[in-house]
């Protein structure tokens, strides 16, 4: 990877954050490109949370194109769309998932305009999610693929940014394009990397170097690795069955990973908390 890549920034609104405190038990999980694995990761980290028997909010921030509730096989009543229309408050579309002992927030999928939203509008569902996130141990935001605006403020209010990667060329590149527009916009050293679908642990390893080297060439940063969520055919299963890996197959591989994970996670928070 060379910095001849061009990152464009297609949006110039870009939202001040100012002196916006970020939600101390909240996480962020993000990917320069689609089809990643990251709502999968969003939903397993959110259950491997709620397994150490922590308080968890999983909310579906990736407007326009939500499937949290595809991949649990949910289908809610009331989703984002009733509070972007003003027609509820946050904490009045939440839904327990009881298999997963966590709650959601589910998204509107196929609603153009909720990606299009204006920018006080965006900062009113931010206020509300950071209101709502005081009645969780950890909330974990699945955001949209890319980072356009909605990415980047929703991203902003987190302690920590996850970013899911592959070794596909085209994954490390956009990652890396996340963390240099993160980097101007001051994000950056909250973010860390999650190598996904790794084949095994050396090469989820290198994977992370590469996107490492690039981004200590470039951009002088060096994000910590969170982990690596290695490949396996129960990944695959429990989504075409729309059940959590982490009751579908617990034992697998990709289940030790994600709870591996989750105990990062948790002292990532801890040390937001703390400091």
């Not at 949006?11 to 689609?34: C, E, L, M, P, Y």
């Not at 949370?49 to 194109?65: A, N, P």
């Not at 950056?188 to 095994?200: D, F, K, L």
Request: net charge positive; aromatic share 4%; hydrophobic share 40%.
């Amino acid at each position: 990877m060379n910095e001849a890549i061009v990152v464009q920034n297609a949006d110039n609104n870009n939202i001040q954050t100012g002196g916006f405190t970020r939600g101390h038990n909240v996480i962020a999980v993000a990917s320069g490109k689609g089809g990643v694995g990251k709502t999968w990761f969003s939903i397993s980290l959110a259950h491997a949370l709620s397994k150490q028997g922590k308080k968890v909010l999983l909310f579906d921030g990736d407007l326009g194109l939500a499937n949290v509730d595809v991949q649990l096989g949910l289908m809610p009543k009331r989703d984002l769309n009733d509070v972007i229309r003003g027609r509820l408050s946050l904490d009045k579309v939440v839904q327990r998932y009881d298999e997963g002992g966590f709650d959601i927030v589910a998204g509107r999928s196929g609603q153009a305009s909720l990606s299009a939203l204006p920018t006080q509008r965006l900062l009113m569902l931010r206020d509300q999610l950071m209101d709502l996130s005081h009645e969780y141990d950890s909330v974990v935001i699945d955001l949209g693929a890319g980072v356009d605006r909605t990415v980047r403020m929703m991203a902003a209010s987190a302690t920590r940014t996850m970013l899911v990667a592959t070794d596909e060329p085209t994954s490390l590149t956009d990652a890396y394009a996340f963390i240099k527009l993160g980097s101007a916009a001051g994000m950056s050293r909250n973010i860390s990397i999650v190598v996904n679908q790794a084949q095994n642990v050396i090469e989820g390893e290198k994977t992370y170097k590469t996107l490492l080297k690039a981004c200590e060439n470039f951009l002088r940063l060096s994000p910590p690795m969170a982990g690596m969520v290695r490949h396996d055919p129960k990944v695959k299963d429990c989504i075409r069955n729309q059940t959590p890996l982490l009751i579908r197959s617990p034992n697998c591989e990709a289940a030790s990973d994600i709870e591996k994970i989750a105990r990062y996670v948790d002292e990532t928070l801890k040390k937001a908390a703390a400091a």
